[in-house]
T-cell receptor
Framework: DVKVTQSSRYLVKRTGEKVFLECVQD?????MFWYRQDPGLGLRLIYF???????EKGDIPEGYSVSREKKERFSLILESASTNQTSMYLC??????????FGPGTRLTVT | RKEVEQDPGPFNVPEGATVAFNCTYS??????FFWYRQDCRKEPKLLMS???SGNEDGRFTAQLNRASQYISLLIRDSKLSDSATYLC???????????FGKGTTLSVSS
């Protein structure tokens, strides 16, 4: 069974804090993705990575950065959290051309 | 035209009903098509891939019309457990990522 795990299910941070969201997959997938999901806006792609140390901007990269030092791990970083980054964050992985598997999500609240 | 468009619903149907969702996509070069299901407060999970010739999985039938750039999902004999949001998904122009529609919400009642 493919497993994508995320470091936290719920997270509360203060405005201005640096936030790290971690994602690990155990299927040796080349591609990893970070999305945020908000009511009425659907899933929006923040960043993705198709190889170690490679990254590509998605549709809404502003205010975020990512790191992929190992194939199985993809981190999303909020350099200085703001209230408009309160959201559900979903990590996913896949091999080229096949379905994406999602982690359970991290519900981040920035106060 | 948005990349992937779906009617958000909600679709409210009684048990046993047949319900159809449609989705349109803008990239004529898209090669991969899927329907995902997302339960409330859960992550999206693959329901089924969509193939050019159409495909069926039990009560679910998916169709692809490349000429009109639309995808459909038909659910027959709806069950209470089918209540969820259904996401239409296609690959992006570069083929490197998937683009998700905003989803169609289905509520099946007894």
């Amino acid at each position: 069974d493919v497993k994508v795990t995320q470091s936290s299910r719920y997270l509360v941070k203060r405005t201005g804090e640096k936030v790290f969201l971690e994602c690990v997959q155990d299927m040796d997938h080349e591609n990893m993705f970070w999305y945020r999901q908000d009511p009425g806006l659907g899933l929006r792609l923040i960043y993705f990575s198709y190889d170690v140390k490679m990254k590509e901007k998605g549709d809404i990269p502003e205010g975020y950065s990512v790191s992929r030092e190992k194939k199985e791990r993809f981190s999303l970083i909020l350099e200085s959290a703001s209230t408009n980054q309160t959201s559900m964050y979903l990590c996913a992985s896949n091999s080229v051309g096949v379905e994406q598997y999602f982690g359970p999500g991290t519900r981040l609240t920035v106060t | 035209r948005k990349e992937v468009e779906q009617d958000p619903g909600p679709f409210n149907v009684p048990e046993g009903a047949t319900v159809a969702f449609n989705c349109t996509y803008s990239n004529s070069a898209s090669q991969s098509f899927f329907w995902y299901r997302q339960d409330c407060r859960k992550e999206p999970k693959l329901l089924m891939s969509v193939y050019s010739s159409g495909n069926e999985d039990g009560r679910f039938t998916a169709q692809l019309n490349r000429a009109s750039q639309y995808i459909s999902l038909l659910i027959r004999d709806s069950k209470l457990s089918d209540s969820a949001t259904y996401l239409c998904v296609v690959n992006n122009q570069a083929g490197t990522a998937l683009i998700f529609g905003k989803g169609t919400t289905l509520s099946v009642s007894s």
